[in-house]
């Protein structure tokens, strides 16, 4: 299976969202990293087909996804960046709800439904109403939604904005039992989440591909230009206007401060090993999350 975007754009007004995307993807993970803005979410409605490419095309296997239609739509499951539920009704029946109208006949929707509320740690509650749901619950609902007709291609938005640390990796933890022999494209603006789970990231950056590549090559290319000091108050602030900042951490004896600079920073600065927080802060500046 192999998903192409070829020179694809879509531009809303003077906008260019998306700007000359050229990408293959086969099957993995693949972390879509970018700011807000980037053009994460434009690039996957695209993928999706929820949004029509101004220029350029996406095929599978070498056929047009759109000739492809309700075949291309049988292998996708998206997950959007904002998931709509219905709060009155509890988890089992959203979920059967979803696979009628996906197809499943009603023995499938009761297996397949019960097989990944146990997935993704929802059978307690399963006959509870989402109205009650946090927000961590409400994003497993909307994974389970999406793995209802066992798609190849997954295509998650955002999966993990504004889940609690410990749903954030229960949330991983889901991801990578996934994986498998399916195409997924998760994006993110939270740099530590995609270190665990994708195989490859792409930076996006104001609607363009920056990089592809596998995650540790990736970090490869910060080694030797990140940089740890422990700061007083004044320090920092004179260093920061030069610099991109990575994590700062407060001390006992004055701020502990990742810098990412080709050169040595500092006197007292000592290098260290890179991670992939570094290389979104290399690449976009400013502080990572
Ligand atoms: N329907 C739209 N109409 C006009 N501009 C849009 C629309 N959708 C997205 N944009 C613009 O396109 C750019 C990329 O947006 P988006 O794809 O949502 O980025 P991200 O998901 O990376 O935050 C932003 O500047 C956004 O304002
Ligand atoms: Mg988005």
Known sequence: MKLTIQNVM?????????????????????????????GKTTLMKLI?????????RITLDGVDITELGAA???KLGYMPQEI??????????????????????????????????????LKDV??????GFSGGMLRRIG???????????????????????????????????LSGNRIVLISTHIVTDMEFI??????????????????????????GKVWSAVLTHEQFNSIKQLYSIGNVMQRSDGMEV????DKKPLEQAKPIQPILEDVYTYYFGGTAK
């Open 258 to 261: 990742r810098i990412i600079s």
């Open 198 to 223: 994708a195989g490859q990231i792409i930076l996006l950056k104001d609607g363009a591909v920056l990089r592809m590549d596998h995650t540790e090559n990736l970090i490869r290319t910060v080694e």
């Open 143 to 177: 994974i389970a939604q999406t793995l209802l007709n066992d798609p190849q291609i997954l295509i998650l938005d955002e999966p993990t904005a504004g889940l609690d640390p410990q749903e954030r990796i229960r949330f991983r933890n889901i991801l990578s039992e």
């Open 126 to 131: 399963a006959n509870k109403r989402l109205g």
């Open 10 to 38: 879509k531009t809303f007004g003077e906008k260019r969202a998306v700007n000359d995307v050229s990408l293959e993807l086969i099957s993995g993970v693949y972390g879509l990293l970018g700011p807000n803005g980037a």
């Open 48 to 56: 999706v087909d929820i949004l029509t490419p101004s220029a350029g």
């Open 84 to 121: 709509g539920v219905y709060k009155n009704f509890s988890a089992k029946k959203f979920l059967k709800y979803i696979a009628a109208l996906k197809g499943l006949s009603g023995r499938e929707a009761e297996s397949k439904v019960s097989e990944l509320l146990g997935l993704v740690g």
């Open 72 to 74: 291309y739509r049988d």
